[in-house]
């Protein structure tokens, strides 16, 4: 019989991502619930409001799975050579935010220490996500060996937060930040069919993208075993697969495999719904306060040195907010904010720092979070 549930689980996971992904673009949701946060919220209530019998290591086993092969594929259509070519303003605000995001996880890993522990690992954790987004948390959470619980309630005070967010940057935001910011000079229309997907989907670009993955994941684990003698180093195997993944993206036929992106995505879903379905309501309610709190300050302050740092480089307000949001969020809320800026020249330049963003985030998350280890742990 356990067989059984662990088969009818497995299936579940696999497949449970598809409907509520259909669900979202029927309801036309996308834009305030996306299928990530609905998946992640439906492990949750699905775990705590049903009696099947869950087995948490299976989850455990399969999150793990599905991040490892995720990672690759999010990262194969990365174009750095293309995104050093892209207007001066943009990469210097994505730079400026990089380091805001880094002085305020700093900032807050030491004010917060006191009442929260392993400050260090919670600031390594968003760094993560500011900088590149969802994937690249639950990469860095591995890499820095991460409880499953921290996970999962640093990743609902994140939801919270970025929900409060995505409300702000498609409402008041464009007016706030003209307070401080000179506004866009260039043609808002220019080059605007430019960030529009050519994707014709191919069971044989697909079936590569995968075979190549499973290779890379190989040659990492070999490496791993070869430099440590051991397979249980989790920190390494994120890195070394991140970076083999971003050095295979600078092969034209590895960086235009169509489908890899998408693939991605599902396999994150899964993993998102594996996480929720390891998730307690009561831990939540009663320790999830404090880090809404950490992340709301961090995030806030990251905006403010963001905004001080454009300010100081005679950045645009436009662009600040494209990039601001390619860290955040990544390449999927780029349209819908540049819609609400009405300058449709920004979301190539902003789909392409988003990518670039998922391509370094796990290093700088990884790095930071062992930075201030080794600064605030005694």
Not at 26 to 37: G, H
Not at 101 to 128: C, E, H, N, R
Not at 232 to 254: C, D, N, Q, R, Y
């Amino acid at each position: 019989m356990a067989y059984t549930y662990s088969i009818l689980q497995i299936l579940f996971i696999m497949l449970m991502p598809y409907l509520l992904t259909r669900l979202t673009a029927w309801m036309k949701t996308e834009n305030w619930l996306s299928p990530v946060v609905l998946c992640f919220i439906a492990g949750i209530a699905l775990r705590n409001l049903t009696p099947f019998p869950y087995n948490n290591s299976l989850n455990d086993h399969l999150s793990q799975a599905t991040i490892l092969f995720a990672i690759p594929l999010l990262l194969y259509q990365t174009d750095l050579p293309g995104w050093f070519k892209l207007a001066k303003s943009t990469i210097i605000s994505f730079t400026a935010w990089m380091v805001a995001v880094l002085i305020s996880a700093s900032l807050a890993a030491y004010f917060f220490q006191q009442k929260i522990p392993d400050t260090w690992l919670l600031s390594g954790m968003l760094t993560g996500i500011f900088i590149g987004g969802t994937p690249n948390m639950s990469a860095v959470a591995i890499a820095l060996e991460a409880d499953k619980g921290v996970f999962v309630l640093l990743n609902a005070a994140d939801i919270v937060c970025g929900g409060i967010l995505i409300v702000f940057l498609t409402t008041i935001a464009h007016r706030f930040f003209g307070l401080f910011l000179k506004d866009f000079e260039g043609d808002k229309h220019a080059g605007e069919d430019d960030y529009l997907p050519k994707i014709r989907f191919q069971w044989r670009d697909l079936l590569l993208a995968v075979g190549f993955t499973v290779l890379l994941l190989a040659v990492s684990l070999g490496l791993v075993r070869l430099m440590t003698g051991s397979l249980e180093k989790p920190g390494l195997v994120i890195l070394l697969i991140s970076a083999l993944s971003v050095l295979a993206s600078f092969s034209k036929k590895i960086n235009n495999l169509n489908g890899s992106y998408e693939l991605g995505e599902y396999l994150l879903l899964m993993f998102f719904l594996a996480i929720g379905m390891m998730a307690d309501f009561s831990e939540i309610f009663h320790k999830g306060g404090l880090l809404v709190a950490f992340t709301a300050a961090m995030l806030v302050m990251s905006f403010f040195f963001h905004v001080l740092f454009c300010r100081i480089f005679r950045i645009d307000r436009d662009t600040m907010m494209i990039t601001a949001t390619a860290g955040f969020y990544g390449p999927p809320f780029i349209g819908q904010v540049a819609a609400v800026i009405k300058n449709r020249s920004l979301v190539f330049s902003g789909i392409a720092t988003g990518l670039v963003g998922i391509a370094v985030a796990n290093f700088i998350g990884v790095a930071l979070g062992n930075f201030l280890k080794m600064l605030l742990v005694k």
